[in-house]
């Protein structure tokens, strides 16, 4: 029997200002799990701080609200610890991008099998609007009132650079594309990356005009196990974050089959076989 | 000359030269041939934080006591291969010293390759000490770093000790034939001990990211803990490190990490973390001299405020300090109980020079102390069934669901959390939460006093002319200083807390009953154990301190316990 899309909800309601995106991505979240009929207690949802972050509360499943910026750290940890339950990672454009970036990289660099989903509101909401790495230049916000000087950090040549085995971009507003693409990413085998265009109303980003520039790569035939093209589609980033006609593209820029991280090193270990398997014989190795 | 412990036999030889001139790998070889003579034996490492050049020594200590100290500022051979001197000083009590100059300038091959300085000298002092050649090649040879040009430097060692020495010192082979242990010895040095300890309390998972000087811990548990079915992960950083620590703990494996104080200082909002959210975690400190780099290579023991209050807010942890090699096994599968028991992050402080003191000691007993288990989370579920980790009334934080095992789970926070662990901004709630979290740590000092070790000689209370307290590799060296006051007629009692943290006021208190007079003796500037029992237990303290990165001998430990009877604190 496949479980309620609803089973997956904490029943507490959420932190969000009405109308925010973050319901649908959240809604996309649990129907994932619905589909795949995931048991509550065997799934790991972990996140950062922000509003994005305060997602495992809303939800039924294992959930922990980290540090700021640290939820990547502690998922290899559950990882590498408990290899047979999935984990999801939740966090925002600030808590991934900012102060986390480094743990970004290294992970995707691993390639851990973990499923980053990044709502990506391009600014600070929780302390009211300040510039993130994702907002475009001349962003203005209550610590850059003239305009942020730097363009925005395009979030999926990163992480095709550093190393991720899965990198996508969807919308918030195009629920059954974002539905696909989080379903896919869940199933990737490696480190699956999914940037979602989640605007933030309170702060007043325009909105509906962003569903007619979506551009999905699947219906444009990308080749996405192809690195030269995935790399060229997503520098096209840059063009639609100044040009406000452009397309923006969606859907899955890059995959790549390859061994996670949690497999290679028990590969490495059952190449090693002659070493002390009891306290007795490791002390013994000691002995005088 | 004083002697460490009564009439024992001990002797030191002293190695020094420039980084790269074979003076560690020279003192581990003796040291490894007196232990397998069946002597105590132990090396102290001095080293810089280069690959090349700066100085560097090797005290190896010889003896037939397992008491005599690994550190001091006497050495009846004192070898600089830099300057190619030896220094012998007499055995016998009297203060005849004899230099020679070594010649390297007849053996060119010396002068080309400068570790077989060390082999020369490892020649040397064989036939002087009786030491049977063939126990120091096969040693020599184990290291596999060494050639045959090491044979005749060894050699032409042997045969300068012929012709220029007369000296009549006592044969080691002979001395070990009267005195052999008996009991099952190993080699260890204190971060070696550390990891055998993680390993067998049941140590799951252990992240780390390298530096000075804790990287051999990882390295120790990184040949072996895959093998038992644990993880070891090198993280990009430190504050990654105890972020894994806390993901793998709430995924059910003990785990830990270890660091030095720079690593403690980006791990502070993760232990704030473990506190607020009362998740275990064990973190090993071997601290080394800060603050910034410091002296990464050098003893020091000025990180006990950051590991006690380190951090913002108000958290609860345990801090456990380690005196010797022994104490930094077994005091690492207490860290794991406690962190289970109390649900909190705890850190074990050693140090450079004690991470480092290679020694024989006694065979560690992997099953001595039992592993806590903690009944099931589902137990802790309300009517509805639903997780209640945080009530009020709950003395004792329940152990963690764990996803995949448990029929319930969780959901686990930084923010200030209700009794369902939900997060809630109320004041009540707040003030009832940071109380039950600071009320479940009462009892830690009743239920791990065998963690403090009393020694007050069989003095009844007042009678004592003078209190020591003493924590970490200082208290190591503070035990000799005192017994040798003692031998003069002195009356201490004596303190020595492996469990530093949360502070037992009893404790102190009941100490300061034996005499007012209370010296702490310390590595640090500011006296930090002496500033938190004046601050926890309202006793005034006289500070004896060192922080010039070098630990205590026990001879300075002596001459400072003289001195406090006029002076209100000394620094070395």
Redesign the interface.
Known sequence: MTAQHDNYK?G?KPTWCDGCSYFTIMSALTGCFSDHNID?????V?SGIGCSS?L??FL????????HG?P???????????P??PVIVTAGDGDLFSIGA??FI?AAHKNFDITVICFNNRTYAMTKNQASPTSPAGFTGSLSPYGKPEAALNTIELAISGGATMVSRTCAYDKSHMKKIVSDAFCHRGFSFVDVIAPCRTFGQRQKEILTRLEDLQLKNHPMSNREKALAEASKIYESDSNPKAPILVGTFWKKDALCFEEQ?RQ??NN?KD??????E??DK??? | MKAAGGDDFFLRILFSGEAGDGILSAGETLMDSA??LGLWTSVHKNFPPTIRGGFCSALVTISDSADAAPVSSFANFFFQLDKALLTISSINGTDNTKSFSLPYNNCAHIISHPPLKSSFALGLICKILDIPSELILSCITQKKTLGGENKVAFENGQKFAEEKFDLEYKSIRHIAGEKKIRE?????DGN?AVA?GA??ANC??Y?SYPITPATSIGECLS??L???GG?V?Q???E???????????????R?MTATSGPGLSLMQ??LG?CSMTELPAVVVDVQRVGPSTGMPTKHSQDDLFAAALGGHGEGQRIVLAAANIEECFYLTMEAFNLAENYQCPVILLSDSALGHLRS?CK??D??SILSVEREGADAFCDDNGIYKRYSFDLIRTPAL????I??????????EHDPYG??VNGAQNRAGQQNRRFRKMDDINEKYNHLQIWDTDNLNRGEADLCVVSWGLSALMTRLAVASLRRQGVKIACLYPKLLFPLDKELYLALQDFCPRVAVVESNYTGQLASLIRMYAGVDTISITKCCGDPFCYEEIEDALNKIFTESCVKI
């Not at chain 1, 039924?60 to 540090?67: D, I, S, Y």
């Not at chain 1, 990547?72 to 408990?82: C, E, F, T, Y």
């Not at chain 1, 070493?275 to 007795?280: C, E, G, H, L, V």
Request: hydrophobic residues 40%; glycine residues 8%; aromatic residues 8%.
């Open positions: 904490s507490l509550p207690c065997k799934i790991n972990i305060r495992p509360f039924n499943t294992f959930g922990m609200h980290t540090l640290r990547l750290p502690v998922a290899i940890g559950a990882r590498l610890a408990n047979g339950i480094n743990h290294h090193i490495i270990r090693c070493s002390p398997k009891s306290m007795d490791i002390l000691y002995q005088v | 232990a397998r099952k010895l190993v080699i260890l070696d055998l390993l067998s799951g998972f992240a040949r072996y895959p093998h038992l993880c992960y993280a990009e950083d504050i990654a490190a105890i972020g894994a620590v806390i993901g793998a703990y709430a995924n059910g494996k785990a909002e993760f973390y024989t065979r560690p992997p099953y669901p764990v996803p995949g448990s029929s319930v789970n969780s959901r686990i926070t930084g923010l939900l997060p």
